[in-house]
């Protein structure tokens, strides 16, 4: 495109990628919160609004974009055995890397003592444990028995198990379906678009989230619990920096840089947002950006942000010793392999949305028959450990989306089928 002569400021401003805006106003969105630290009510009453305008525009076009894309994923793979294949091999991934994750939170919550430095005080035990759905719910919870109510509640796993159903009956019905076939098409092109437009928001929608959270809680909520938010993050660094990145490296076989520069507005987002479900739409875009075909991106990422937990399971592990340590309870290795276990099945009936990983933390501690009261310890820091989790949530579904494609890109260039 030819660049206007005027040295005007717009030239510039446009210059600046979509990336480095959200960078910017996640900075940003720290620094003012920390000065409107003695006017919180100012920041929630003001700024506030801009955060959640653009988390609800995300949540509105998630339901359509993702009920299209995936019928029109399972369409255009055009073989029941390619849908199967790359849903074999992205629930098998998904597995592995949620058992890596809680694993890796176990490890470093007792290598370095999560529990350390706590003492118990009585006041603190008033937490309402809220009820988490037991595996057999979370199973039957899958299918709708309604076609309209997964769409209006936006219950994600429902609206993909509707959307398959479509998919698969569009490609069994043919010829006939053709024009249902090219309706849905369409219908996805429009949902990308408008979620294009959506996207341009993010900076501000970024720091809107951003200001009233640091605003209101500040440096002072890290207190006693510095030590737990410390391994949390250490715990987080480690599933990035080494299983995804080795994902990247050796499965992929792609730049584990670029796959990370590639995926900072995801994680942004995410941080400030702590929702999986709101990231969705961007960590399509920046999937496909890095060259992910849509007919993985449409089905592994919506997937993704409805089954595979990897920060959660991290941060369920931790808690999990963290309870048992200020409790003095002592946690057995079979007590840490049912943990390892629940948290397997509890990131699969986590929502991707603000604060559910606290309420499934209650499944996780019960199981392992440690005080569901201990979630009162951690409640008070969710916000930040959420902002922590859900980064390693979108950014797990982001690596596996490349290694799928990367193994489907590598079975077609062999000449093989999928
Ligand atoms: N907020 C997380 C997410 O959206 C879920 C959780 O609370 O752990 O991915």
Do not use: H
């Not at 919870?141 to 198990?161: E, G, K, W």
Request: proline share 5%.
């Amino acid at each position: 495109m030819p660049q206007p002569e005027a040295k005007s400021s717009k030239p510039l401003l446009k210059r600046i990628s979509l990336t480095t805006w959200i960078f910017i106003a996640l900075v940003l969105g720290v620094v003012v919160g920390f000065l409107m630290q003695g006017v919180p009510d100012v920041a929630a009453t003001y700024i506030k609004p801009l955060g959640t305008i653009f988390l609800n525009l995300l949540k509105f076009i998630c339901v359509p974009l993702v009920l299209f894309s995936i019928i029109c994923g399972v369409v255009s793979l055009d073989d029941a055995r390619k849908v199967g294949s790359i849903g074999g091999r992205t629930i098998v991934l998904y597995l592995l890397t949620t058992v890596f994750a809680v694993c890796i939170g176990l490890l470093f919550a007792n290598l370095l003592n999560v529990g350390a430095g706590y003492t118990l005080s009585t006041e603190e035990l008033t937490y309402e444990v809220a009820e988490s759905p037991s595996f057999i719910e979370t199973l039957v919870n899958i299918f709708p028995s309604n076609f309209l109510d997964p769409m209006v509640q936006a219950t994600m796993l429902q609206v993909i198990v509707v959307a398959l159903f479509f998919g698969f009956g569009i490609m069994f019905v043919g010829e006939k379906a053709a024009i249902v076939k090219d309706f849905c098409i369409a219908m996805s092109e429009v949902c990308m678009k408008v979620m294009q437009g959506i996207l341009y928001m993010a900076p501000i929608g970024v720091f809107g989230l951003l200001v009233p959270v640091v605003a209101q809680n500040g440096p002072d909520i890290l207190g006693p619990l510095m030590w737990l938010i410390a391994v949390m993050a250490i715990a987080c660094v480690v599933q990035v920096g080494i299983v995804y990145t080795g994902l990247i490296k050796f499965l992929a076989r792609r730049s584990p840089l670029a796959f990370l520069k590639g995926e900072l507005p995801v994680m942004s987002f995410a941080f400030a947002s702590a929702s999986s479900m709101g990231t969705l739409p961007i960590n399509m875009e920046c999937a496909e950006k890095m060259g992910v075909s849509k007919e993985v991106t449409s089905f592994v990422l919506p997937l993704g942000a409805t089954i595979n937990m990897d920060g959660t399971s991290i941060y369920q592990g931790i808690c999990a010793v963290f309870i048992a340590q200020v409790f003095g309870i002592d946690l057995t290795l079979g007590a840490q392999v049912t943990i390892v276990l629940t948290a397997l099945l509890a990131s699969i009936g986590t929502a991707g949305v603000p604060g559910s990983g606290m309420i499934m933390l209650a499944l996780v501690l019960g199981s392992a028959g440690l005080p569901l009261e201990g979630i009162a310890l951690v409640a008070g820091v969710d916000r930040l450990l959420d902002m922590l989790r859900t980064t390693v949530n979108v950014t797990g579904d982001g690596a596996v989306a490349q290694v799928v494609d990367a193994m489907e890109k590598r079975k077609l260039a062999k000449g093989g089928r999928s």
